[in-house]
């Protein structure tokens, strides 16, 4: 028995060579110098007149031959694409993960959506916002929030102070420089707040996405294992259609 698989990896291969001989009938019935032929023959008004050979083309395409042709390709892309979707109505599979059955006798066609969005879906998670390593962060259940412990900073302020460089003299003023201090007036504590995810939550969405998809691809390939009956559509549409 033919299974699924055999006839997907043969589809595309028959789908090119069915186009490729369309577009070559397409190109024969469109020169009309190679459907045509013509025979003359040439005879001269007395017996003393010029004696001229026969002239004569043969037709080159006949266009009941295309029709055949294209009928002859077509047929085997008709059967095969009916073969293929006849069994995808039938082909099925259960997607487990650890032995745990996510869903059940699901179609090949839903097992390919599934491909597609885990694969959309493992490119959102990868890119998800982590919390800062470089600080210590602990869940906070009155806001659900992850936040980090309190950090106690002094505030400073700028206080000028005067140094006297020369003490005054009868002649001369006192030399004094200006200069500022840091004096603390305050202190600042600094919670950090964040709705981002730790790594670990990360990493192990991204180990669930990446189980669920080899799953899906292993469900698609015991679906494809399937084996098909070989549908014969061709000759009956192509007998209406040119017949």
Not at 39 to 57: A, F, I, M, N, V
Not at 124 to 150: G, I, Q, R
Not at 179 to 195: A, H, L, M, N, R
Request: glycine share 4%.
């Amino acid at each position: 028995m033919t299974k699924l698989n055999q006839i997907i990896a043969v589809e595309k291969g028959v789908k090119t060579k069915s186009l490729q001989d369309i577009n070559a009938a397409h190109a024969k019935v469109q020169k009309p110098a190679l459907l045509a032929g013509i025979s003359r023959t040439y005879q001269p008004k007395d017996e003393e007149g010029e004696q001229l050979p026969p002239e004569s083309t043969r037709v080159q395409v006949q266009a009941e031959d295309v029709l055949r042709e294209v009928s002859a390709s077509l047929t085997r892309l008709f059967d095969v694409t009916a073969t293929k979707d006849w069994a995808n109505c039938q082909a099925c599979a259960d997607v487990t993960v650890d032995g745990r059955t996510l869903v059940a006798d699901a179609p090949v066609s839903y097992l390919l959506f599934l491909e597609k969005q885990l694969a959309e879906l493992h490119g959102f998670v990868k890119k998800l916002p982590t919390l800062d390593a470089a600080e210590s962060w602990s869940l906070d259940p009155s806001t659900d929030w992850w936040k980090t412990d309190p950090v106690r900073t002094i505030r400073t302020k700028k206080v000028p102070r005067n140094h006297v460089k020369a003490e005054a003299t009868e002649k001369h003023p006192a030399q004094v420089e200006v200069y500022y201090e840091d004096v603390p007036i305050g202190y600042w504590t600094t919670v950090k707040f964040s709705g981002a995810l730790p790594a670990r939550r990360v990493n192990e969405l991204l180990e669930r996405v990446e189980k669920l998809q080899q799953a899906v691809k292993f469900a698609r390939e015991e679906a494809n294992g399937t084996e098909v009956s070989d549908q014969r559509v061709g000759d009956a549409v192509f007998g209406y259609l040119f017949g």
